[in-house]
């Protein structure tokens, strides 16, 4: 079944290091998405990417960054300039515009949990 | 740009009772709404959206939710619910002719007891 895979699904940090969230979908979907989500704070967005080779800056960009030289991939790293980085972060994707039912809507990942110790 | 309120951070309720889950957003323009589940520590799964047509949405497990254009609304409801809907529920907008993005509400917890 086509689906997105985040990988690790727990992943600790140590202070000063960065590190590197997997996200891989094989729905075919052109664009790719990284969220934020702390307790009481609903999701907020990092990166997004509608095409390979180019992503915007979401509403809190500060501290990530990201890559997407393939379809399928879209690799988010958090950077030592993230300073409070212990959040539960979600990948999603969306197909085209022109496929309409895949297009409004999110499919999510499982998520990655991400803790400073 | 747009906006989403859900007024209720957390719902108790008791199984077989009704449930709504209220949201309500703001825009200029036309939106397009949705309303998403997140059972614990999983990803978020699409639970029904509006785009057009028919106010009225249903999804597949019995939810439903009814856009209300004059009151600004997207409230989520069920006639009877079962343990297994105690999850997290997002509320979401986007605006039409835009770059789709959607702002989410900050959650609702709803909490089914026996």
């Known amino acids: ?117 | 740009a747009q906006s989403v309120t859900q007024l209720d951070s957390q719902v108790p309720v008791f199984e077989e009772a009704p449930v709504e889950l209220r949201c309500n957003y703001s825009s200029s323009v036309s939106v397009y709404l949705f309303w998403y589940v997140q059972y614990p520590n999983q990803g978020l799964q699409l639970l029904l959206k509006y785009l057009s047509g028919s106010t009225l949405v249903e999804s597949i497990n019995g939810f439903e939710a009814e856009f209300n254009k004059s009151q600004t609304s997207f409230h989520l409801r069920k006639p009877s619910v079962h343990i297994s809907d105690t999850a997290e529920y997002f509320c979401a907008v986007s605006e039409t002719g835009g770059s789709y993005i959607p702002t989410f509400g900050r959650g609702t917890s709803l909490i089914v007891h026996p």
């Open chain 1, 1 to 117: 079944d086509g689906g997105i895979t985040q990988s690790p699904k727990y992943l600790f940090r140590k202070e000063g290091q960065n590190v590197t969230l997997s996200c891989e979908q094989n729905l075919n979907h052109d664009a790719m998405y990284w969220y934020r989500q702390d307790p009481g704070q609903g999701l907020r967005l990092i990166y997004y990417s509608q095409i390979v080779n180019d992503f915007q800056k979401g509403d809190i960009a500060e501290g990530y960054s990201v890559s997407r030289e393939k379809k399928e991939s879209f690799p988010l790293t958090v950077t030592s300039a993230q300073k409070n980085p212990t959040a539960f972060y979600l990948c999603a994707s969306t197909g085209s515009r022109s496929k309409t039912s895949s297009y409004y809507g999110y499919t999510f990942g499982s998520g990655t949990r991400l803790t400073v110790v």
